[in-house]
C-alpha cells in the first residue's frame, strides 16, 4: 500500500472518530437549569448540607450556594458532568474581582484551581466576594 492512501485512510479514520464522539454528544458542556438543580446536584454529594442562597453565574456553568458557618458550596460544569466542592475562605489561595460582575480566585485544591466567574448581578458577585474574603486581614493575598 502506497504512503500516501495510508495517510489519507488514517486521517479518515480520526475525522470520523472524531465526528461520532461530537455528534453522539461528546463534546456538550452542561449548564444549570436553574438554582433547583444546582442545589439538587449539591445534595448528591452533600446530602447532610442545606442551602441558603444559589448565586447562578451569567452562562448558568457555575452555582455557589450558601450553606453557611462561612462556607460556600459550588456546583461547577466540567464537560457534560458537575463537580462540586465544600469552600472556605481558608481555601482560597487568590481572590480577586474584575469588575462589579465579576470574580476570581484560585483554590489551594490540587484537583480543581478555580476560575473566573462573572454574573448577572452586581449583588451575587459582591455576596460572594465577602463570604470568600478572609476574616483576618493579615491574612489576605492578592494576585501579583
Known amino acids: 500500500m502506497s504512503l500516501p492512501l495510508l495517510i489519507a485512510i488514517v486521517a479518515l479514520g480520526i475525522a470520523l472518530s472524531v465526528a461520532a464522539v ?40 457555575t452555582a455557589f450556594l450558601d450553606i453557611g458557618q462561612g462556607r460556600i458550596g459550588i456546583v461547577h460544569s466540567i464537560g457534560d458532568c458537575f463537580l462540586t466542592r465544600i469552600v472556605t475562605p481558608q481555601d482560597v489561595a487568590v481572590l480577586n474581582v474584575g469588575d462589579v460582575n465579576t470574580v476570581s480566585f484560585r483554590l489551594a485544591d490540587f484537583t480543581w484551581k478555580g476560575g473566573r466567574f462573572r454574573f448577572s448581578s452586581a449583588a451575587d458577585a459582591q455576596g460572594l466576594l465577602k463570604t470568600l474574603q478572609p476574616q483576618h486581614p493579615s491574612s489576605a493575598r492578592e494576585a501579583a
Open 22 to 61: 461530537h455528534f453522539t454528544g461528546g463534546s456538550k458542556t452542561a449548564t444549570l437549569a436553574g438554582a433547583d438543580q444546582a442545589m439538587s446536584r449539591f445534595a448528591e454529594d452533600f446530602p447532610d448540607e442545606i442551602a441558603a442562597l444559589v448565586r447562578l453565574t451569567a452562562d448558568a456553568r
